[in-house]
């Protein structure tokens, strides 16, 4: 079984920035693929990023040269550098990791979000 917990979210003003983290507890973090996802209030969750086991990466076209997704094999950790945030952007984001993730988008754990919240 595999935990996720995320920090790192807040209130931050457009165009600012924020850095997302999700701690993983169990010896195979470096095996999985890592997402990130996001909900706002009356809106479908919808992927932002994932990174592989081999830190290839992809994004959503919403988030492309704005944020940035990598991984820290040694701390089990997996960040979402944000920059240029715009209001848009407010939502939960959750973490989700999965072995599979990368080529199914399928991912079996998920950690229990943080709240990202952009003023104009």
């Known amino acids: 079984q595999v935990q996720l917990v995320e920090s790192g979210g807040g209130l931050v003003q457009a165009g600012g920035s924020l850095r997302l983290s999700c701690a993983a507890s169990g010896p195979t973090f470096s095996r999985y693929a890592m997402g990130w996802f996001r909900q706002a209030p009356g809106k479908e969750p919808e992927f932002v990023a994932t990174?592989?086991?081999?830190?290839?990466?992809r994004y959503a076209d919403s988030v492309n040269s704005r944020f940035t997704i990598s991984r820290d094999n040694a701390k089990n950790t997996v960040y979402l550098q944000m920059n240029s945030l715009k209001p848009e952007d407010t939502a939960v984001y959750y973490c989700a990791g999965g072995i599979t993730g990368w080529i199914t988008g399928k991912y079996d754990y998920w950690g229990q979000g943080t709240q990202v919240t952009v003023s104009s």
């Open positions: 990174i592989s086991w081999s830190e290839d990466t």
